[in-house]
């Protein structure tokens, strides 16, 4: 699927990556999904399906924080107060512990309501301010569009993808039956 150039792509790749990313969810075990003590061996700060889906809504969080930071005529920190993008492992790593105790169902829930507050945003975006370069200078040589497709359907791509190494490092026993 190309990258969505529009808001009206984007929101149609980000509700139809959404949905898959759910199906994708449905592929595993509930018993799995319950037991927060079990993580898959594979070298990812998500080893867990609760991981995949507390990631993406931090850094739903984090786009939607500088969105918002903008519109009131701030200058956001991107990608943080102090950091840098070649410090991306170690942002997943604190993200990755900030959510640890959190359940599944509470994880599904938090997506759930970043997702619907990116769709906002993004549809509260013309085309000409979600996708022309240089009209934000806090999005450097990059747009607002950009950053939400970052944040919503190409996460959601990354979490499906990492969902199925997660799966694959299931025990057989665990996988719902044919």
């Known amino acids: 699927m190309p990258r969505p150039t529009t808001r009206t792509a984007l ?35 998500s080893r867990h399906p609760r991981d995949v889906l507390t990631h ?42 900030r959510y640890l105790g959190t359940s599944y169902a509470d994880a599904v829930e938090l997506l759930a309501g970043s997702h619907a507050r990116c769709l906002a945003v993004i549809t509260s975006h013309s085309d000409d301010e979600l996708f022309t370069r240089g009209r934000y200078a806090w999005t450097g040589s990059t747009t607002l569009g950009a950053y939400f497709v970052s944040a919503t359907s190409s996460h959601y791509v990354w979490g499906r993808k990492t969902l199925r190494r997660i799966q694959r490092a299931l ?6 039956g044919p």
């Open 171 to 176: 025990p057989a026993r665990s996988l719902p």
């Open 11 to 45: 929101l149609e790749a980000a509700a139809g990556e959404y949905e898959r990313l759910h199906l994708a969810l449905g592929r595993f075990d509930p018993g799995v999904l319950a037991d927060l003590t079990w993580e898959a061996e594979i070298e990812d700060t």
């Open 56 to 97: 993406i809504h931090a850094w739903q969080l984090l786009a939607l924080g500088w969105a918002e930071t903008a519109e009131a005529g701030g200058t956001p920190q991107v990608p943080g107060e102090g950091r840098t993008w070649r410090e991306t492992p170690m942002i997943n790593a604190e993200i990755r512990e």
